[in-house]
């Protein structure tokens, strides 16, 4: 199946992302996952340490923006590195190093050509003991504002947030305005001794084999040897909240939706790709959620609300929940209603099954393409192996892009079926103080 | 905070007098090194003791790392203090000049006791000074196998 305004092709990307891939996944007896996957043409290794629950989702009202400090912390000295040697060591053996904070993990990964693996493998071990002190701390209070203060208005955030009822995944994945400068050291120090656990760590190596990888696992790639501490349960919740302020309104609907081990996980991502079209655009940028898409496929409520509002969906899987929600920015405050109800009646046609089979064949088209152009990169691969790992079935490559494959009208309208049951999340920004209805006719709406 | 009521008369200790190693480095802790082996245990604490008292700080309140003179090396090392600390730092030297100023001392039971005269600013003024030799020093010609055997990493 091609793609026809691009010429780019599915088949295509599934030769370059899974050809000659093998996955292999073991426990050591410290209880660190190894998940390694071969591409023998790859001359770059790329190794990530994923430290479960460590990202916001562990946090609690006291150690907020811990994750986000515990990021900034993994660029400086460790208790036994100091932060100069840490980089030279890095830079001179040909590595780049970068940290990242998911909702729900914290990601510390580096891409080196394989002679050098051994050699970096220590600061990379170190990063996870990262180094405590107050000056630490307060020297990136004004980098945490500045990277923090674009996100204060953000959707995605908001629709989180009010989903799960601002607590473990509802916790804002940047600081909020109101704890600026107010993190202290001993509440990162009680976050990163709480998750860095070695039975939450998985690391995870493409291009490198399994045996090293396990060595280097078991001499260099370890923290604290304590049981893990259970993670309170994340329980969506849904609900209303409007943000009001002068800018152009949006509005968001969303639904509890398919967690990552979820069988319905790829018929909701195939329902995303239906309802908000697909697009092509760099794996990196897909995976860190600033895609400068090219479309290539226009979705059904682009079609339907065409002229009045620009639309999206988005789809995030987490450990033992999800979140679907659709979006439309419009620019007269008065249309609220009217977009309110051309989006409810998309997804109700579409929970009805009032698409074409060759509707869903594009779908899934889209869907495949998303998913492996995200799967054709190093750093891509990682995220999707070391997720997998830690919050769902290691279920390799191969089998979810055949999951996504398998899908049928049958299995696309029990989910959005199952969406209009749950209780709707619904959130307005901007000016949405008049025009919009009540979030009592929205769910009357959505059950009709 | 003035000296000549002190009675401080004792020569340089090159590491808190000047907050740099160089001095230090080529006459001093040669010198320091060959006494630890030479002189009876503890012969060199009870010197050290002694220039501390005689130096006349602790009749003011202040610790003796309150009054190392500020290098960017020192300003650096104090700029990364605790916060208590930090604060508890100031309020020593206010009140040292204030007494300065009027030509005082404290009462001897609000002296500076030995066992709180803790050099407190040593462990950052260390760091800082390792941190920028390392930044200086030949590290940077080393390749990246030879660094990371240099710190034990496998290479």
Partial sequence: VSTQSTGVSPSRHHAMALRNLTTKVTTLKNGVRVVSA?????????????????????????TTGSAQYLRRLGFKGTQNLDKDTKNLLFESNGAEFQVDVAREYLLYNVDVPHASLEAVAKPLGESLHPKFEEYLIED???????????????????????????????????????????????????HWAKYFRNKNLAVVGVGVDHGTLENLATSEFSALDWDPEQTPKS???????????????????????????????????????????????SSQAY???????????????????????????SYSAYSDSGLFYVHASYENSSDGSSVVSGIIGELKAAAQGKFGVEDLAKAKTGAKLSVLQALETRSGLVRFLGEQSLFASSQTPEQFVKAVSDVTVEDVKRVLQGFLKSNPTFVGLGDVARGLPTFAEVKEHLSK | VSTQSTGFTC?????????????????????????????????????????????GHRRFGLKFDDLIVQTPEVREAIRRLPRAEK?????????AFQLSAKN??????????PE???????????????????RTSWFHHLSGPELAKKVGAKA
Avoid: C
């Fill in chain 2, 104 to 113: 005082e001392i404290l009462p001897p039971a609000q002296w500076t006791k």
């Fill in chain 1, 140 to 190: 990136e209070h004004s980098i945490v504002e500045l990277e923090s203060a674009p996100f204060e208005h953000d959707l995605g955030e908001k629709v989180n947030q009010v989903a799960f009822r601002h607590q473990g995944l509802g916790n804002p994945l940047y600081l909020p305005p109101s704890q600026y400068h107010k993190v202290e050291v001993d509440l990162v120090k009680y």
């Fill in chain 2, 87 to 95: 604060q508890a730092r100031e309020e020593r030297l206010l009140k």
């Fill in chain 2, 11 to 55: 020569g340089f200790v090159f590491e808190h007098r000047m907050g740099s190693l160089r001095i230090g480095d080529k006459i001093f802790y040669p010198l320091l090194n060959t006494a630890f082996r030479v002189l009876p245990k503890g012969t060199l604490s009870k010197i050290i003791e002694g220039y501390k008292v005689a130096a």
């Fill in chain 1, 38 to 62: 071969q591409k023998p043409e790859v001359p770059v290794a790329s190794v990530g340490l994923f430290v479960g629950q460590a990202g916001p989702r562990g946090e609690q009202v006291s």
């Fill in chain 1, 235 to 281: 329980k969506y919740v849904g609900g209303e909240s409007l943000y009001v302020f002068d800018a152009a309104p949006t509005v968001a609907i969303g639904f509890e939706a398919p967690s990552l081990g979820s069988a319905d996980r790829a018929a909701a991502l195939v329902a995303q790709s239906l309802l908000g079209g697909a697009s092509f655009s």
């Fill in chain 1, 287 to 313: 995976f860190e959620g600033r895609a400068q898409a090219k479309p290539i496929r226009t979705g059904k409520l682009a079609t339907a609300l065409q002229g009045k509002a620009s639309t999206g969906v």
């Fill in chain 2, 116 to 134: 709180q005269d803790l050099p407190y600013l040593a462990p950052y003024l260390r760091e800082v000074n390792a941190e920028q030799q390392a």
